[in-house]
């Protein structure tokens, strides 16, 4: 029996702590807007028991900035891997998502507090936009109940610029290797008591791999008004247009060799991704009497995929639309006390179909799935926070969620091949109706405490529980018959400790997460898919970010992340205690940044990624894992008087060749006539990359 984690965390004063009095909650703090700037949400959630960070845009607007990897990979507690050098990515928080690297499981995804994400499950990584908003929030495991989430990864907010707080015209313009160009205009402004902003783009990129372009069309905005009792009010839009090819893997030992080759079927069937999506959503923040506060928000989103064949899949090509409705009660007390008490109403539908391939992956042929997936959920969260003292807080707080999900198939039959369809890879089906009715959800409570040592630190202690639930498509397949998936449910303890000094701010948390049915693609009865384990899993580690300036040189800084990830089954029948494949055990990213002037940075930095296996069994030998590598990169900047910017971004300089991700499998597979000599499948990481790109503010 593997021996449960240990929670010791010896705390002490350094040296360099100021011995000032202890910190004193704002008593009335700048809650009362749509629009809170991150110093004022870093200054919020500094003191509440949560392990959360907000990560400024602006502090990374200083070069390359295309996709997730740009912005979390700075950021303790993610891990993120872009597969092919466009927008699509790995993202993972804590062990989320292990058997998915495309929609990211197990975290939650908002937009200014509105829901982002699929009703059923993940995101649409594709279609996040980095340089489009003013700053995220990253709550790592249970602790994003204050936006009524509950999911063993957590939850990602994206909040927005507005007219009134990126007034003005912005241009900007980019070129990079392999045909990398991109280029941006916003606009921001206000009158009187209306304000709005707009953000349209556009990039092109041939590809680092063979047959990895990409291409994407933007919009973005908002429009506010303020009323002169407080009343606020805001409308957000966006649509976006991405199409990118996928190059698909390659062998584990072809890696060295040519790491820009595109897997044969890709390339050979034209297989690509397309989405097209188009959301809006509303906000309205009505204050009332004692420092309270209502927020009501509705939304619809709407999307649609293309997606050129898969083997055995076939063609998909789905539409799918959401709708919901929430309001947010919130209460500020003089003392520090806080309430937040929400409800949130969605609905949703995804309409399915999926085709044989003719003309080389590039023409449908006879239609063979056809069905209608619904989701209905309700959500009910409430938090209460309560400082007790001038040191001591302690919060206490749950969600309930309902979800109903069903599926109507609507296919009645099994169609011939079409005459002008290829043999192979193409979809095969039975007759058999796949409807299906089910209700998942349940109750999630949290309890926090939080301690002020001295001025700028605050240690705290969380035990929560999470839900995570499998998608509609997840749930439709039954690979043994009779045996539907369930949801994973997870609890988790986790200790931390953040500060900020002269010299050193620092933000270190140890977690430990049991988790019980998580959905792995594991064997089970002779199959091997997407099934939940039989055994309970344990998620646990250290994610630890600290930025050290130099005595006496303000201008000088090394920036650090570390996350040590030991996610493992604990004494698995089959797999005994093994590291859960996919994800590396160590990362590491550190930069050393230095102003010799206001206007100039030089940033020289390295990522460091450990080998992890890609077997559950952790056997097969090099050819079965992926090797730990190390990347550093070069960003230069110099602005100007006049309002432009100029930088330089160098990624991957020693042109390392490594893998992104790799393919999960059960066991190393064995030989066949087919297949003398099985290896894993692994995607490669990008090669040496030179961006250059200039900034104009008016």
Known sequence: MRKPFLLLFCLTAPAWA??????????????????VSPEVRRS????????VGVLDVESIEDGHVANQEDLFKRTPGVWVANQNGGDDVFLSIR???????SFGRGIVSYQDGVPLSRLDNGTTNQLIDPLSYRYVEVYRGASALTLGASALGGAINYVSETGRTAPGIRLRTELGDYGWRANRITLGGKKGNMDGYLSLSQSDYRGYRDHSSQYNKRASG???????????????????????????????????????????????????????????????????????????????????LDH????????????????????????????????????????????????????????????????????????????QQWQVSDRWRVALGAQWVESERSLDDLQAS??????????????????????????????????????????????????????????????????VPGLRLDQQEATTIELGWRGVGDVLDWDMVLYHANVEDELLNIEVNDVTALFNSPTDTIHQGLEAGITWRLPGKENVALQTIYNWSDFTFDDDPIYGDSQLPGIPEHTIFTALQWRPSAQVLVEPNLRYVSGYPLTYTNSGGRYWETAGYSVWGLRLSREFNNGLKVYFDGRNLGDKVYASTGSISTAPALASPFNPNPVASVTPGIGRSLYVGAEYRL
């Open 95 to 101: 062990g989320s998502g292990l058997s998915t690297t």
């Open 414 to 479: 099994v169609p011939p091949l079409c005459s002008n369809c290829p043999f192979f890879p193409q979809p095969s089906g039975e007759a058999v109706d796949d409807s299906y009715t089910v209700d998942m959800g349940g109750f999630s409570p949290k309890l926090g405490l939080s301690f002020t040592p001295l001025a700028g630190q605050t240690l705290f202690v969380q035990v929560a529980q999470s839900i995570g639930m499998p998608s509609g498509s997840e749930l439709g397949a039954q690979p």
């Open 308 to 383: 050129l064949p898969t083997p055995f899949v076939g063609i998909i090509d789905n539409s799918s639309e959401s709708i919901g409705g929430a309001v947010d009660y919130r209460k500020h007390w003089s003392k520090g006390h806080t309430l937040l008490a929400g409800l949130r109403y969605s609905y949703g539908h995804d309409d399915n179909t999926r085709f044989q391939h003719a003309q080389n992956g590039k023409q449908k042929g006879n239609q063979f799935l056809d069905d209608v997936f619904r989701v209905k959920q309700v959500e009910a969260y409430a938090e």
């Open 222 to 304: 908002n429009f506010g008004v303020l009323f002169d009792n407080g009343i606020e009010n805001r409308t957000y839009f966006s649509s976006d247009d991405a199409q990118l090819e996928l190059p698909g893997s390659i062998r584990r030992d072809r890696l060295e060799d040519d790491s820009q080759e595109a897997g044969a079927f890709n390339k050979s069937f034209d297989t690509d991704r397309n989405w097209r999506a188009i959301r809006l959503a509303n906000r309205t923040l009505i204050p009332l009497a004692g420092d309270q506060q209502l927020v009501a928000s509705v939304f619809y989103n709407r999307t649609n």
């Open 44 to 51: 919020e959630l500094f003191v509440e028991s949560r392990s």
């Open 18 to 35: 100021n011995q000032l009095d202890p910190v004193l909650v704002n008593d009335q703090p700048e809650h009362n807007t749509l629009s």
